[in-house]
């Protein structure tokens, strides 16, 4: 009997460990969610004012609301079923956030290894910026989801070379323009993408060029609503993009940096003082991920991994309003990174020690003992550091009142 439950243990352990980090999500999520934070910030009564506005115009979007459409549609959609009940809004959030986790992990198992998604899908678990989206009124809520969505779908695409998939990549490509304007380059990453892997095999391109045509055409098709009213928000767009000076662009490139590994100034309720975004343990092992990336730049999701991360901080650069939440962009990145390092690590000291038990038992332990001190460091951080600051609670002293 106990030997079947040992072979049960170990046939099956991936799907408990998986199912046990999503349960602690879930748990993380929804504890404390009516009473932190109390009330809504600034910004969330405008997001909310955004979504009334929308539904009294007979769900059709104003020209400036299509920036961030889907998040506004989701809103009043869950508003006016609701009556804007905010707890029945951040509930549908943690379903979307708990999602993102399960692509999450779907995705680096297609690219990795089950054990560096467990990894992976911890990390994002306990993420702190992910969990102050998830329990406040904010768009950048879909941003992680969307992106992950992408890279899941361009691998599936290019792997299976089923038409079906590139339409449907082109149809997340348009979406995403929907979702925040960050996204609005993403054309532009992909083209520079395409070209690093044409130069590296020219059949990438040669072959699959009506599964890219089609691809090119449901993006124009299903971002034809946003291109048509795209002249009426070139100057608003213009000006997001728009650090003010080269000078400026360089200090905003170094606050990137800084801000996710040291010390970070961003303003708001997106950090709490000068802590940086990323904790110790994972700003290390990311940085150790980087540089192993960088060494192994001849296989190609190492290249893409990096080419990726330095574009995408490049884009972030060029942002006029710097803020915590436009970093969530690059944050899935970085915990794929920082759980490469860690299977590296774990898999050259077992291959170092195979038979040597002892050796394996201790590197185990040192590692669960820093990941543990990892997740505890992020939920004291989120619970204590951030929900009971009274500078950031002070930013929610708002209520929203509902009237048909």
């Given at each position: 009997m106990i030997k079947k439950i040992r072979t049960s243990l170990d046939r099956y352990q991936n799907q408990i460990f998986f199912s046990l980090i999503i349960l602690f999500a879930i748990i993380l999520r929804f504890y404390n969610l009516a009473s932190m934070p109390k009330n809504l910030s600034f910004n969330e009564i405008e997001i909310l004012k955004e979504a009334k506005t929308l539904i009294s115009n007979g769900w059709i979007p104003k020209s400036n609301q299509f920036f961030d459409l889907i998040y506004?549609?989701?809103?009043?959609?869950?508003g006016y079923l609701s009556s804007f009940n905010i707890i029945v809004i951040k509930i549908f959030q943690i379903l979307i956030s708990v999602s993102t986790i399960i692509l999450f992990y779907v995705f680096i198992k297609n690219w990795f290894n089950k054990k560096i998604a467990l990894l992976g899908v911890l990390f994002i678990s306990i993420d702190v910026l992910d969990l102050i989206m998830t329990r406040t009124i904010n768009s950048s809520l879909l941003i992680p989801t969307t992106l992950i969505s992408l890279l899941l779908v361009t691998?599936?695409?290019?792997?299976?070379?089923?038409?079906a998939w590139f339409i449907l990549l082109g149809s997340l490509v348009g979406?995403?323009?929907?979702?925040?304007?960050?996204?609005?380059l993403i054309p532009i990453v992909i083209a520079i993408s395409f070209v690093s892997f044409y130069q590296k095999n020219h059949l990438i391109l040669n072959s699959y060029w009506k599964q890219y045509l089609?691809?090119?055409?449901s993006a124009i098709i299903i971002s034809l609503p946003y291109l048509y009213h795209l002249p009426q928000n070139i100057n608003s767009l213009v000006s997001y993009f728009n650090p003010g000076s080269f000078g400026n662009y360089l200090i905003n490139f170094g606050d990137i940096w800084r801000s996710l590994i040291y010390q970070s100034d961003y303003a708001g309720y997106g950090t709490i003082g000068l802590?940086?975004?990323?904790g110790p343990f994972i700003a290390i092992t990311f940085l150790c991920g980087l540089a192993y990336a960088v060494a192994h730049l001849e296989r190609r999701k190492y290249f893409f991994l990096?080419?990726?991360?330095?574009?995408s901080m490049t884009a972030l650069a060029l942002l006029n309003n710097q803020n915590a939440f436009s970093l969530i962009f690059i944050v899935p990145i970085v915990l794929i990174l920082s759980s490469v390092i860690l299977d590296y690590l774990l898999t050259v000291w077992f291959k170092t020690f195979p038979l040597n038990k002892n050796a394996k038992l201790v590197l185990t332990i040192?590692?669960?003992f820093f990941i543990f001190l990892s997740v505890y460091y992020n939920y004291e951080k989120f619970f204590y550091a951030w929900g009971k600051n009274d500078y950031i609670q002070q930013q929610f002293d708002q209520k929203f009142i509902y009237k048909k």
């Open positions: 506004l549609y989701l809103v009043a959609g869950l691998t599936l695409a290019l792997r299976s070379k089923k038409s979406l995403s323009l929907y979702v925040n304007q960050i996204f609005v089609l691809m090119a055409l802590e940086p975004i990323l990096t080419a990726f991360l330095l574009l040192i590692l669960s």
